[in-house]
């Protein structure tokens, strides 16, 4: 055994919780990070006795908590419990099921006589897979850009295709809001050679914040705080779910488009997602004892080439607009997509370099969307 902890050798592990700050099973999920400020703390109380030798009388120790950063590299199949935390939402599959279904090459649409496309859950701007039509090149994955109840629009194009059974759409792997569901989770810290095993007890999501860089791998970080630790010199994990193994998502392989347009010259976008949430004390509880929730704040900034006068004036004239984010694997298959249906731009700064190209930052806020009921929306290809 090693006499003290390498960093090359600690893992870190969640489990959700049914009951705040109860693991809800022995069987955690194993997480790729880049680094971590997850600790323990206590408040401290210090005497204000007044004393003639002058000298601190006591210090006491008060209230506990837990609160720090993971820091990561994006990547598909590991961080999808966590960040169902973070969004507060529940990860949803979409589908018709198998049932009649026609394809209209004028408006480029699927067509159905019975059911609804608005009841199944379809939103625009989803990616789905459409199996079981006569023409081939009606079949495969599109993305939807209109709804209605009977008609689901969608971005390729579409050959007449009369209505058949046996027919099917449905969203490529999951979809998740931001919502309202509070999950928390117990987090252990493996120091693996020395073993020592530190389990954080009921952490929320507090935040996440994501940056896409040109030349550079996604980076991202979440920011839990909790309830307590526990020390112990064997897991509490008796079995692990692997981390998934996908490469880390770059930005050479993504696409961003800004109301429903691809743009071609971001340097650079950054995406914070806060819930606003608090942890206190109450009279005879050493701990915290619930987490209280706050508003959410979805926000972020863009930095792109100064071109023309197109991204200004959404600025200037208060113009809502949307954003979203297509993070694609290596595989060439699979993704992640991050999408605010609804954003208003806060500012539209112009740096002027001596040197180089001008650049334009526009910060932005997310609000609610009125269609898909949030402000945020995040879909992973994996089911």
């Not at 971005?155 to 919502?179: E, F, H, M, P, Y």
Request: charge should be negative; include cysteine; charged fraction near 20%.
């Amino acid at each position: 055994m090693a006499s003290s902890a390498s960093g090359q050798r600690t893992g870190i592990r969640l489990v959700a919780e049914t009951d705040y700050g109860v693991p809800s099973s022995t069987t955690f999920q194993e997480l790729r990070f880049t680094g971590t400020s997850l600790n323990f703390k206590k408040e401290t109380l210090e005497s204000n006795e007044i004393r003639a030798d002058r000298q601190p009388a006591d210090v006491r120790h008060g209230m506990r908590s837990v609160g720090g950063d993971i820091s990561f590299e994006l990547s598909r199949g590991t961080f999808d419990e966590l960040l169902a935390g973070v969004l507060s939402g529940t990860w949803e599959s979409v589908t018709t099921g198998t049932v009649s279904l026609a394809a209209d090459a004028d408006d480029d649409t699927f067509v159905r006589a019975t059911g609804s496309f608005l009841a199944d859950g379809f939103l625009p701007g989803d990616e789905v897979q459409a199996l079981g039509f006569a023409t081939a090149g009606n079949n495969g994955r599109a993305k939807v850009t209109a709804v209605t109840a009977l008609a689901l629009t969608v971005d390729k194009t579409l050959v007449d295709d009369v209505a058949a059974a046996g027919r099917s759409v449905a969203l490529v792997g999951r979809r998740l809001k931001a919502g309202t569901v509070l999950k928390t989770f117990s987090v252990e810290r493996a120091f693996t050679d020395i073993n020592q095993y530190l389990l954080y007890r009921g952490c929320a999501a507090e935040s996440l914040k994501l940056s896409v860089k040109p030349s550079d791998i996604v980076t991202g970080s979440v920011t839990l705080l909790g309830k307590d630790m526990v020390v112990a010199t064997a897991s509490h994990a008796t079995s692990l779910t692997p981390a998934g193994t996908g490469a880390p998502f770059d930005s050479f392989t993504g696409a961003l488009r800004e109301s429903g347009q691809v743009l071609a010259s971001v340097t650079g976008v950054d995406i914070d997602f806060a819930n606003g949430r608090t942890t206190q004390g109450t009279i005879g509880e050493v701990s915290p004892s619930e987490v209280h929730e706050g508003g959410i704040t979805a926000s972020g900034s863009m930095t792109l080439y100064f071109k023309d006068g197109t991204m200004v004036r959404r600025f200037v004239d208060e113009e809502e607009s949307s954003l979203e984010v297509v993070l694609k694997d290596i595989n060439g298959t699979d993704f992640h997509r991050l999408y605010m249906p609804r954003i208003k731009y806060t500012g539209a700064d112009l740096d002027n370099p001596k040197n180089g190209p001008v650049i334009l930052t526009m910060p932005f806020t997310a609000l609610r969307d009125p269609v898909s009921g949030t402000c945020f929306i995040y879909q992973r290809s994996n089911p």
